[in-house]
């Protein structure tokens, strides 16, 4: 009986394992390994089922081993058991010889190895064989590979095991990894190699293990466009930089190739040499960096002086602060019987810097004050050298009858190592009281510096008063003076390259952050004198205002802000319209950036309002929409980020203002016969106020029909009587917002199916449809499919494009009233699923479309969808849209022809496969767009799409057009407009890069 059931499990196994070796179907694996886990036969039965396959031609013994490694993955890790598992690896250990068979044994040991503890009285034996059966460098790459990925597995997992072996080991892993030239590999073997260093005994292997890694420096791999294995230079140089210093046997070959780089006339190789040294230094001890530290400073020397290119200069200066840190005063070598310390090694570094303070030759100067800024920015002692031995004959040499370009170098020096001290005293507080010892005589310095009428000095010293003033290093006295200094280099206009304007705004910005009260006294109205002026200094300052305003307090952010708005009110000509824009901007930037909004309400949101109903003529600044625009962004900054309280406080307010709520509430210096209405055309100038105080509320605070149903319900009358104009929309958002945020109750469910009712007939009802379907659908609301349905049932009948415009402001999730940051609820996915439940509809209502107006009404809305999803929910449609797409660029409609171009170059881009069969009437449409009639904005985006083309497609699929497209685009060269012209030459470069492949 037993050996029928044998017998039985055998013919199972054989035939299953035929199968397999003759469909070669990796998927068969699958189905055998479930017999096994289900117990129908063993992996033993398996392997003998294979025996003669095993001893067949090299092919077959090859498919074989692949169909037992391919069971052992798919087995639940509790399987095969121990018993089974060591005849496994007897048997993979035995098929290591076999050529034919060696990738897929090494790939069952490590499936073995997924199964806990499996190999591990296996380690040493198996890495012998690795050693004696396999001689890597003569396999193919996907063999080699696999042996260094059980190299890995082998070693992170047994290496307390493996250390048995000694130093044979490490010869055995040399003897791999020599000449290995593949990136795939070589990035497993620059993770190796560190780990062998760090955890065996290296022995007499040191030097050859360091050179077999070394001897790739310097890394010049470029990667292949769209690599799919995912080899960068970048982790290859850093793997390579990680086994150069991986022991510290390797210190003196290490440095010696690495200076020896230096010497390369390729600068890229001299940034990766001084980078690798920094790293180096990092990593290795001072014993045995010490011998090298003359070699350094001189490598360093030699790039600062013979070097232009700034990012050797850089990546030298990092070595030199490496080299530094290294030598902190606690650490102290001794070598040869003597004592070697930090200050022997700047010892140079100084004596040079000192001698050449009065040298003809400037660059001199600010080459050596390199050193010293990196020296006073690594650690403080490096700092507390520098003060001592430089500072003095520094000063005393800029006092000196010299000329002004020696004054400059040494004033830029002495700011730099002031800044670099500061930085350093974040660290170490060390620093911070070197500076407070030498204070004095560094701020008399700075301010001598803008004494002068030199534009780069002046510039100097501001940077050095900045930084002391950073750290609070002035008394009351002294930041007057630097006040002085400000007012009068900061607020001087200049068109030198070289103005201190905007080094001076920045003390101004440090002054009122650390001294606020002189900055209040002293340059605050001088400041706001300077930005009533629409000059060119102006914008200068209006940038650097609101940093000011954060940083400066709450009394000195309330000053600006009350500044500029009593300068708004001023500007009542058309002259200063872009200056009072400047202004807005400056103001909204306030209000996102101040960290307490509760106290700039009282100074912004009602002023603003005040300031806008004074403005009597429309030649005012504050009637301005681009002006309006960036004070109701103001407002909006400033009540999202309140209070409730102060929320809810301005919620009341705003809705007295328009009479929705009572009592009511007057602003400063209104008549109290001035009754504002939402439809009164004389406070149209609020409505975009009213719209940013209620969409910025939280949902908690938001209005909501159980408290403002009358207010609401003014809202909507108020959009349907305004009409399609700037004025509804400010209010329909205000009611889109409302209604996003409302609580999910039968009362929002009442108010929607009621404004559902209304005549659609008006631009207004359209409009308010359009916003309580964005308001709902961004939202997710339960109940918007009749919404929806009632959208696209008004769409059948608007011949006036304003419902197929406003799909595109339903998938709009860019503005500023309705999204996560002023408290909306956006549903994740929202437009996707609009998308999908509308797509269908849309396009069979496009086919039945009676009319060619009624044709390019839904053609204007598909291109809208198209444009509001994501990429990847497009171009599972792709098939379906693609008709639609080419009628529009046979369309007269330049907005859905635009859209449709855009649509397809970034389809082009992404999934070029998708149109790759379309390339013939891809390109017939889009030579037809590249000339007039053709607006300028269609022009452009089929030459881009033409472009992509050219870039996209197989050169084989182009060639029969590459002569008439290239003839073709003369037409588009000769174009009136400039950005047509460029787009055309970008467009037949590319097709030219065909013709040539051709």
Same mark, same amino acid.
């Given at each position: 009986?037993?050996?029928?059931?044998?017998?039985?499990?055998?013919?199972?196994?054989?035939?299953?394992?035929?199968?397999?070796?003759?469909?070669?179907?990796?998927?068969?694996?699958?189905?055998?390994?479930?017999?096994?886990?289900?117990?129908?036969?063993?992996?033993?039965?398996?392997?003998?089922?294979?025996?003669?396959?095993?001893?067949?031609?090299?092919?077959?013994?090859?498919?074989?081993?692949?169909?037992?490694?391919?069971?052992?993955?798919?087995?639940?890790?509790?399987?095969?058991?121990?018993?089974?598992?060591?005849?496994?690896?007897?048997?993979?250990?035995?098929?290591?010889?076999?050529?034919?068979?060696?990738?897929?044994?090494?790939?069952?040991?490590?499936?073995?190895?997924?199964?806990?503890?499996?190999?591990?009285?296996?380690?040493?034996?198996?890495?012998?064989?690795?050693?004696?059966?396999?001689?890597?460098?003569?396999?193919?790459?996907?063999?080699?590979?696999?042996?260094?990925?059980?190299?890995?597995?082998?070693?992170?997992?047994?290496?307390?095991?493996?250390?048995?072996?000694?130093?044979?080991?490490?010869?055995?892993?040399?003897?791999?990894?020599?000449?290995?030239?593949?990136?795939?590999?070589?990035?497993?073997?620059?993770?190796?190699?560190?780990?062998?260093?760090?955890?065996?005994?290296?022995?007499?292997?040191?030097?050859?293990?360091?050179?077999?890694?070394?001897?790739?420096?310097?890394?010049?791999?470029?990667?292949?466009?769209?690599?799919?294995?995912?080899?960068?230079?970048?982790?290859?140089?850093?793997?390579?930089?990680?086994?150069?210093?991986?022991?510290?046997?390797?210190?003196?070959?290490?440095?010696?190739?690495?200076?020896?780089?230096?010497?390369?006339?390729?600068?890229?190789?001299?940034?990766?040499?001084?980078?690798?040294?920094?790293?180096?230094?990092?990593?290795?001890?001072?014993?045995?960096?010490?011998?090298?530290?003359?070699?350094?400073?001189?490598?360093?020397?030699?790039?600062?002086?013979?070097?232009?290119?700034?990012?050797?200069?850089?990546?030298?200066?990092?070595?030199?602060?490496?080299?530094?840190?290294?030598?902190?005063?606690?650490?102290?070598?001794?070598?040869?019987?003597?004592?070697?310390?930090?200050?022997?090694?700047?010892?140079?570094?100084?004596?040079?810097?000192?001698?050449?303070?009065?040298?003809?030759?400037?660059?001199?100067?600010?080459?050596?004050?390199?050193?010293?800024?990196?020296?006073?920015?690594?650690?403080?002692?490096?700092?507390?050298?520098?003060?001592?031995?430089?500072?003095?004959?520094?000063?005393?040499?800029?006092?000196?009858?010299?000329?002004?370009?020696?004054?400059?170098?040494?004033?830029?020096?002495?700011?730099?190592?002031?800044?670099?001290?500061?930085?350093?005293?974040?660290?170490?507080?060390?620093?911070?009281?070197?500076?407070?010892?030498?204070?004095?005589?560094?701020?008399?310095?700075?301010?001598?510096?803008?004494?002068?009428?030199?534009?780069?000095?002046?510039?100097?010293?501001?940077?050095?008063?900045?930084?002391?003033?950073?750290?609070?290093?002035?008394?009351?006295?002294?930041?007057?003076?630097?006040?002085?200094?400000?007012?009068?280099?900061?607020?001087?206009?200049?068109?030198?390259?070289?103005?201190?304007?905007?080094?001076?705004?920045?003390?101004?910005?440090?002054?009122?952050?650390?001294?606020?009260?002189?900055?209040?006294?002293?340059?605050?109205?001088?400041?706001?004198?300077?930005?009533?002026?629409?000059?060119?200094?102006?914008?200068?300052?209006?940038?650097?205002?609101?940093?000011?305003?954060?940083?400066?307090?709450?009394?000195?952010?309330?000053?600006?802000?009350?500044?500029?708005?009593?300068?708004?009110?001023?500007?009542?000509?058309?002259?200063?319209?872009?200056?009072?824009?400047?202004?807005?901007?400056?103001?909204?930037?306030?209000?996102?950036?101040?960290?307490?909004?509760?106290?700039?309400?009282?100074?912004?949101?009602?002023?603003?309002?005040?300031?806008? #109903?004074?403005?009597? +003529?429309?030649?005012?600044?504050?009637?301005? $929409? =681009?002006?309006?625009?960036? /004070? *109701?962004? @103001? %407002?909006?900054?400033?009540?999202?980020?309140?209070?409730?309280?102060?929320?809810?406080?301005?919620?009341?307010?705003?809705?007295?203002?328009?009479?929705?709520?009572?009592?009511?509430?007057?602003?400063?210096?209104?008549?109290?016969?001035?009754?504002?209405?939402?439809?009164?055309?004389?406070?149209?100038?609020?409505?975009?106020?009213?719209?940013?105080?209620?969409?910025? #509320?939280?949902?908690? +605070?938001?209005?909501?029909?159980?408290?403002? $149903? =009358?207010?609401?319900?003014? /809202? *909507?009358? @108020? %959009?349907?009587?305004?009409?399609?104009?700037?004025?509804?929309?400010?209010?329909?958002?205000?009611?889109?917002?409302?209604?996003?945020?409302?609580?999910?109750?039968?009362?929002?469910?009442?108010?929607?199916?009621?404004?559902?009712?209304?005549?659609?007939?008006?631009?207004?009802?359209?409009?308010?449809?359009?916003?309580?379907?964005?308001?709902?659908?961004?939202?997710?609301?339960?109940?918007?499919?009749?919404?929806?349905?009632?959208?696209?049932? =008004?769409?059948?009948?608007?011949?006036?494009?304003?419902?197929?415009?406003?799909?595109?402001?339903?998938?709009?999730?860019?503005?500023?009233?309705?999204?996560?940051?002023?408290?909306?609820?956006?549903?994740?996915?929202?437009?996707?699923?609009?998308?999908?439940?509308?797509?269908?509809?849309?396009?069979?209502?496009?086919?039945?479309?009676?009319?060619?107006?009624?044709?390019?009404?839904?053609?204007?809305?598909?291109?809208?969808?198209?444009?509001?999803?994501?990429?990847?929910?497009?171009?599972?449609?792709?098939?379906?849209?693609?008709?639609?797409?080419?009628?529009?660029?046979?369309?007269?409609?330049?907005?859905?022809?635009?859209?449709?171009?855009?649509?397809?170059?970034?389809?082009?881009?992404?999934?070029?496969?998708?149109?790759?069969?379309?390339?013939?009437?891809?390109?017939?449409?889009?030579?037809?767009?590249?000339?007039?009639?053709?607006?300028?904005?269609?022009?452009?985006?089929?030459?881009?799409?033409?472009?992509?083309?050219?870039?996209?497609?197989?050169?084989?699929?182009?060639?029969?057009?590459?002569?008439?497209?290239?003839?073709?685009?003369?037409?588009?060269?000769?174009?009136?407009?400039?950005?047509?012209?460029?787009?055309?030459?970008?467009?037949?470069?590319?097709?030219?890069?065909?013709?040539?492949?051709?």
């Amino acid at each position: 009986k037993a050996r029928r059931l044998r017998e039985t499990k055998m013919a199972t196994a054989t035939e299953k394992v035929s199968t397999f070796l003759k469909e070669r179907d990796e998927n068969l694996a699958i189905g055998i390994a479930q017999d096994v886990e289900q117990g129908l036969y063993t992996l033993l039965n398996v392997i003998e089922a294979l025996e003669q396959p095993l001893t067949g031609e090299g092919q077959l013994r090859g498919l074989a081993c692949l169909l037992i490694a391919l069971v052992i993955e798919r087995l639940p890790l509790s399987m095969p058991n121990a018993q089974e598992g060591n005849v496994l690896v007897t048997f993979l250990l035995g098929r290591l010889k076999d050529h034919a068979s060696l990738t897929p044994t090494l790939k069952g040991l490590l499936a073995l190895h997924q199964r806990p503890s499996m190999l591990q009285p296996h380690a040493i034996q198996i890495m012998t064989k690795l050693y004696d059966d396999v001689f890597v460098q003569a396999q193919g790459q996907e063999a080699r590979q696999a042996v260094y990925l059980l190299d890995r597995a082998l070693f992170f997992a047994y290496h307390a095991e493996l250390k048995s072996m000694g130093t044979p080991l490490v010869a055995g892993f040399i003897q791999q990894i020599d000449a290995e030239k593949d990136p795939r590999c070589l990035m497993i073997v620059f993770e190796l190699v560190p780990f062998v260093a760090q955890h065996f005994d290296l022995g007499t292997l040191s030097k050859e293990l360091f050179e077999i890694a070394s001897c790739y420096f310097p890394i010049t791999f470029d990667p292949p466009k769209n690599d799919p294995y995912g080899v960068t230079k970048e982790g290859l140089v850093g793997g390579l930089r990680a086994c150069m210093h991986a022991h510290p046997s390797f210190a003196k070959a290490c440095l010696e190739l690495l200076l020896d780089k230096t010497s390369s006339t390729v600068n890229d190789t001299k940034v990766e040499c001084f980078q690798s040294l920094k790293e180096a230094l990092e990593n290795f001890y001072i014993i045995d960096v010490w011998p090298f530290q003359r070699k350094i400073y001189a490598a360093v020397r030699t790039e600062l002086f013979q070097n232009i290119d700034s990012e050797v200069q850089q990546a030298a200066l990092g070595a030199f602060s490496a080299m530094l840190l290294l030598l902190k005063p606690s650490s102290l070598v001794q070598e040869a019987g003597q004592h070697s310390s930090l200050n022997e090694f700047m010892e140079p570094v100084l004596t040079e810097a000192v001698r050449h303070l009065a040298d003809i030759d400037m660059g001199i100067i600010t080459l050596h004050g390199k050193l010293l800024v990196a020296a006073c920015g690594t650690l403080a002692a490096g700092a507390e050298l520098v003060f001592q031995g430089y500072l003095q004959p520094a000063l005393t040499q800029f006092m000196a009858e010299g000329e002004v370009q020696q004054q400059r170098a040494i004033g830029e020096v002495l700011s730099g190592i002031t800044q670099a001290t500061v930085e350093c005293g974040k660290r170490d507080p060390e620093a911070l009281q070197l500076l407070r010892k030498h204070h004095p005589a560094l701020f008399h310095q700075f301010c001598q510096c803008c004494q002068g009428t030199d534009e780069q000095l002046q510039g100097a010293g501001l940077r050095g008063l900045r930084s002391l003033l950073s750290v609070k290093l002035c008394d009351e006295m002294q930041a007057t003076m630097a006040a002085d200094v400000i007012k009068r280099l900061a607020f001087t206009f200049s068109e030198s390259r070289f103005s201190p304007v905007e080094t001076g705004l920045l003390a101004a910005t440090m002054l009122g952050t650390h001294y606020p009260t002189t900055f209040a006294q002293e340059v605050l109205p001088s400041l706001l004198a300077t930005v009533a002026q629409p000059v060119a200094l102006t914008h200068q300052v209006l940038r650097a205002i609101p940093t000011m305003a954060t940083n400066g307090g709450s009394e000195i952010a309330q000053a600006i802000v009350e500044g500029l708005l009593a300068q708004l009110a001023t500007m009542k000509s058309l002259d200063t319209q872009q200056h009072a824009v400047d202004m807005a901007k400056a103001l909204a930037a306030i209000a996102f950036h101040h960290p307490l909004p509760d106290i700039l309400v009282t100074s912004l949101v009602e002023p603003v309002m005040d300031t806008c #109903l004074q403005a009597s +003529t429309p030649q005012h600044a504050m009637r301005n $929409a =681009a002006v309006a625009d960036a /004070l *109701a962004q @103001a %407002v909006a900054n400033c009540i999202k980020g309140c209070s409730e309280a102060v929320q809810q406080a301005q919620l009341a307010f705003v809705l007295s203002l328009f009479q929705l709520q009572a009592p009511e509430a007057r602003l400063p210096n209104q008549p109290d016969e001035l009754h504002c209405t939402l439809a009164d055309p004389a406070a149209a100038c609020l409505l975009p106020y009213l719209q940013a105080i209620v969409c910025s #509320l939280t949902r908690g +605070t938001s209005p909501t029909l159980s408290t403002h $149903a =009358a207010a609401i319900q003014s /809202l *909507a009358s @108020a %959009v349907v009587e305004l009409g399609d104009n700037e004025s509804s929309e400010a209010v329909a958002g205000a009611l889109a917002a409302v209604l996003n945020k409302h609580p999910d109750t039968p009362l929002l469910q009442d108010f929607v199916q009621q404004q559902l009712q209304l005549d659609l007939q008006e631009d207004g009802s359209k409009l308010l449809l359009l916003y309580i379907t964005k308001a709902l659908v961004t939202r997710g609301y339960r109940q918007q499919q009749p919404v929806t349905t009632a959208y696209f049932e =008004a769409l059948k009948k608007d011949d006036s494009k304003l419902l197929a415009n406003g799909i595109g402001v339903i998938l709009n999730d860019q503005v500023w009233w309705l999204c996560k940051s002023t408290h909306a609820q956006v549903r994740l996915m929202y437009k996707q699923r609009f998308f999908q439940e509308n797509l269908g509809s849309v396009l069979e209502a496009y086919r039945q479309g009676a009319s060619d107006v009624e044709r390019r009404k839904y053609m204007l809305a598909i291109g809208h969808l198209l444009q509001g999803v994501p990429q990847a929910v497009l171009t599972s449609h792709f098939d379906q849209v693609l008709p639609v797409v080419f009628d529009s660029l046979d369309g007269i409609d330049p907005t859905a022809t635009q859209a449709s171009l855009e649509l397809l170059a970034s389809m082009l881009n992404s999934s070029p496969e998708l149109l790759e069969g379309h390339a013939g009437s891809l390109i017939k449409r889009g030579l037809r767009l590249i000339q007039p009639p053709a607006p300028l904005p269609v022009r452009r985006a089929a030459l881009q799409c033409l472009t992509q083309v050219a870039y996209m497609f197989e050169s084989t699929k182009l060639m029969p057009y590459t002569k008439s497209v290239i003839k073709q685009l003369g037409v588009a060269l000769d174009d009136k407009k400039r950005i047509v012209r460029q787009a055309a030459a970008d467009c037949r470069c590319a097709w030219y890069a065909v013709r040539y492949t051709e």
